[in-house]
């Protein structure tokens, strides 16, 4: 390696991107394409980043089998932060082995947490906890231990454990200090932010309030019946009724939940669970099966009893009983949830990570925007959706430096 591409690549490693360009802006050859397409992503240019590290990956020789896995690697992280979840993932894995084979763990350790840092967006959160346990971050340089650490974070949060959110959140810290990079620190802090801001909202006795990640894990492990509207589930401290294939199931248990300690008149539950403006006798009957089928379903968490205007609902084991809701709903409420993380998403990722039909969520998105709720950038594939204000993509790569060659 010549001595502007080694100080290229240090730069890189340092966080440096202007640095690293100006060693290697006018050169074309393989290893300067590479180092100039890291550089283009870490200053958000993911677009010109990408053709780079392609044009790097065709560039190297077919003896550079590690070169070119290192470009696969930096152009599957590209994919990720620019929500490209349609990117393939079977050349991710396949690299990793290259550079697993080759003995570069550190690059391959990176690949993996890439495809950790996948699964955990699209909530396969088994595979993406089991993945995570076969890495081991301590030969890892600071730059990714900080990253293997935020994404153990990420999956805490998402498991409601805050703890073990918090404390891989401070061995990131001490990681990204190590590593002395700036945009990496500023990354930890957007991660910490989330145990400390508005989670979900709590629906009990008529009151209404946010409440952030630990109080949630607190109202779980709590003597509370909670209704969890975030993953259409009934649950108290002991057991779980997954609901979310059974909506009319669901809505009912929320309107009678929402509502307790009072009752609820027949003509609510059936405008809720029904959509329906006036009930007819057909209704009230329909109501009678769905009350009798969330009666069994329930047994044991709660019962369910009939008034004189209609249903109540009263809590078994628990004391309480609690709906725990979305800070954001409405028919579109999922799609802005994901769009609330201030990244850019193509329709395409968006439909993967919420299980929906591409046309689907384009309607989704296209009310949405028709609303002002959302904007979009870009045409064609290129099209990103956003949550306004418009921001631009993200600066912060966990990208390895040097990636063309030792």
């Known amino acids: 390696m010549d001595s502007l591409i080694t100080a290229a690549a240090l730069a890189l490693a340092s966080g440096d991107a202007l640095g690293a360009l100006k060693r290697v802006a006018l050169r074309d050859d393989a290893p300067a394409l590479a180092l100039r397409g890291i550089a283009m992503a870490q200053l958000g240019d993911l677009v010109r980043a990408k053709a780079l590290l392609k044009s790097a990956a065709r560039a190297f020789g077919p003896r550079e089998a590690v070169a070119r896995a290192r470009c696969v690697v930096a152009e599957a992280e590209i994919a990720l932060v620019s929500r490209d979840l349609t990117w393939p993932v079977k050349a991710l894995e396949a690299a990793r082995k290259v550079l697993e084979a080759h003995g570069d763990r550190v690059n391959a350790a990176h690949a993996g947490n890439v495809a950790v840092r996948r699964l955990v967006l699209i909530g396969r959160l088994d595979e993406a906890e089991q993945a995570l346990g076969r890495l081991d971050p301590t030969p890892l340089p600071p730059a990714l231990?900080?990253?293997?650490?935020?994404?153990?974070?990420?999956?805490?949060?998402?498991?409601?454990?805050?703890?073990?959110?918090?404390?891989?959140?401070?061995?990131?810290?001490?990681?990204?200090?190590?590593?002395?990079?700036?945009?990496?620190?500023?990354?930890?802090?957007?991660?910490?932010?989330?145990?400390?801001?508005?989670?979900?909202?709590?629906?009990?006795?008529?009151?209404?309030?946010?409440?952030?990640?630990?109080?949630?894990?607190?109202?779980?492990?709590?003597?509370?019946l909670v209704v969890d509207a975030c993953r259409h589930v009934v649950r108290d401290a002991g057991a779980v009724v997954p609901l979310a294939s059974r909506p009319v199931l669901f809505a009912l248990a929320r309107t009678l939940a929402e509502a307790w300690p009072a009752d609820v008149a027949r003509g609510t539950l059936i405008a809720r669970a029904f959509r329906g403006k006036h009930a007819d006798e057909s209704h009230r009957a329909r109501l009678r099966v769905e009350i009798g089928r969330l009666r069994a379903a329930l047994a044991g968490l709660a019962e369910?009893?009939?008034?004189?205007?209609?249903?109540?609902?009263?809590?078994?084991?628990?004391?309480?009983?609690?709906?725990?809701?979305?800070?954001?709903?409405?028919?579109?409420?999922?799609?802005?949830?994901?769009?609330?993380?201030?990244?850019?998403?193509?329709?395409?990722?968006?439909?993967?990570?919420?299980?929906?039909?591409?046309?689907?969520?384009?309607?989704?998105?296209?009310?949405?925007?028709?609303?002002?709720?959302?904007?979009?950038?870009?045409?064609?594939?290129?099209?990103?959706?956003?949550?306004?204000?418009?921001?631009?993509?993200?600066?912060?790569?966990?990208?390895?430096?040097?990636?063309?060659?030792?």
């Open 304 to 406: 369910v009893s009939a008034t004189k205007r209609g249903f109540t609902l009263s809590p078994g084991r628990a004391g309480d009983i609690a709906v725990l809701a979305p800070l954001m709903e409405g028919p579109h409420g999922a799609v802005l949830a994901f769009l609330a993380d201030g990244e850019a998403w193509s329709s395409s990722a968006l439909s993967i990570a919420l299980g929906a039909s591409p046309r689907t969520v384009q309607r989704a998105l296209d009310s949405l925007a028709g609303e002002g709720k959302v904007q979009a950038i870009g045409r064609g594939r290129a099209r990103r959706w956003l949550s306004p204000p418009l921001s631009f993509f993200p600066t912060i790569l966990l990208l390895p430096g040097p990636l063309p060659s030792d």
């Open 145 to 224: 231990r900080a990253a293997h650490e935020l994404v153990a974070s990420g999956i805490a949060v998402r498991r409601l454990k805050t703890e073990a959110a918090r404390a891989a959140i401070d061995r990131a810290r001490i990681a990204a200090r190590q590593a002395d990079i700036p945009a990496l620190s500023a990354e930890v802090e957007t991660a910490a932010h989330v145990l400390d801001a508005p989670a979900a909202r709590v629906i009990s006795r008529g009151d209404e309030r946010p409440l952030l990640l630990g109080q949630v894990e607190a109202l779980f492990s709590g003597g509370t």
